[in-house]
């Protein structure tokens, strides 16, 4: 996980260069919004150190030759000036930081999410979750159901992330089905039903984060898989 906030912020500056591939920089240079270009800014260097750190041949790689780009359905991919690099990534940010994610198995996808927790309206709840997960939200108690509805919209937004399909995706075809609250190592396990990609097994995990809660969805493993943590 990167910070944006006031340090993501003043990144955006001539230091910014040396971490920046020129296309990237280009593209922050289109960027009018201060928050989107400290936080995609952050996204960026977040997948950067996770590559750094998880990818084989990749620790010594100079930031500035590697390229997060994004395909033309908005999934992200890394690329050095000669390959794009096999692996999957998945980038979030929200409220002033950014989270990436990499599976280093491309047979293997995975999302993330990062969210902030806050309630939101029944009705909203109504629209984008199916009955039995407002079931379920119901039955949490009033403090934590801004927590378990943040937790459970995001475990869908990493499901939509893995599938490589955002928000085109009906959100009610990703359910939640339970939220173990027992996290191992900081992750708690969370039970996802994914409509027509039932065939595939699903792992979904979460962790709290300050004020945020992050999500991981994980598609195409055989067994539960090993999540390694950094930074
Ligand atoms: C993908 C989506 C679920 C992102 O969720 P979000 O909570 O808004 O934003 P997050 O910060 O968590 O994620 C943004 C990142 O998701 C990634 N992303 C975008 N589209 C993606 C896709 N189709 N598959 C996988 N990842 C995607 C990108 O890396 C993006 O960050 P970047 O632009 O800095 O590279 C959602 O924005 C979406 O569906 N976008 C495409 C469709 C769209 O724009 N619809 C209009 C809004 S309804």
């Known amino acids: 996980m990167d910070e944006a906030g006031p340090e993501g912020a003043g990144l955006i500056s001539d230091s910014v260069d040396g971490r920046l ?7 922050l240079r289109q960027m009018r919004f201060p928050k989107r270009r400290s936080e995609w800014l952050s996204g960026r260097l977040a997948a950067k150190k996770l590559i750094a750190m998880c990818v084989p ?6 930031f500035a030759k590697i390229t997060i780009a994004n395909s033309a359905t908005g999934a992200p991919y890394a690329r050095t000036a ?3 690099l096999p692996i999957q990534l998945s980038i979030s940010h929200r409220e002033g930081w950014a989270a990436a994610s990499v599976s280093l198995n491309t047979g293997i996808g995975q999302g993330i999410d990062l969210e902030w ?9 109504e629209d984008f979750f199916t009955t039995d997960e407002v079931r379920t939200l119901k ?35 990703v359910e939640v089905l339970h ?25 979904g995990f979460w962790r709290n984060q300050g004020q945020h809660v992050l999500t991981l969805a994980v598609r195409g493993a055989k067994t539960r898989p090993e999540i390694k943590q950094a930074g």
Not at 21 to 26: A, L
Not at 142 to 166: D, F, I, N, P
Not at 179 to 203: C, K, S, T, Y
């Open 117 to 125: 927790v806050e309630d939101h309206p029944l009705s909203f709840y």
């Open 179 to 203: 939220i173990a609250e027992n996290p191992m190592d900081g992750w708690g396990n969370v039970e996802l039903r994914v409509a027509n990609f039932n065939e595939e097994r699903w792992f």
């Open 21 to 27: 591939s020129v296309e990237e920089w280009n593209r």
């Open 82 to 84: 000669d390959k794009i």
């Open 57 to 62: 041949g990749m620790e010594n790689v100079p």
């Open 139 to 173: 039955n949490y108690a009033a403090e934590q159901r801004a927590w378990a509805g943040s937790l459970m919209w995001s475990a869908k937004e990493a499901v939509l992330k893995a599938l490589g399909q955002g928000l085109s995706v009906d959100t009610r075809a």
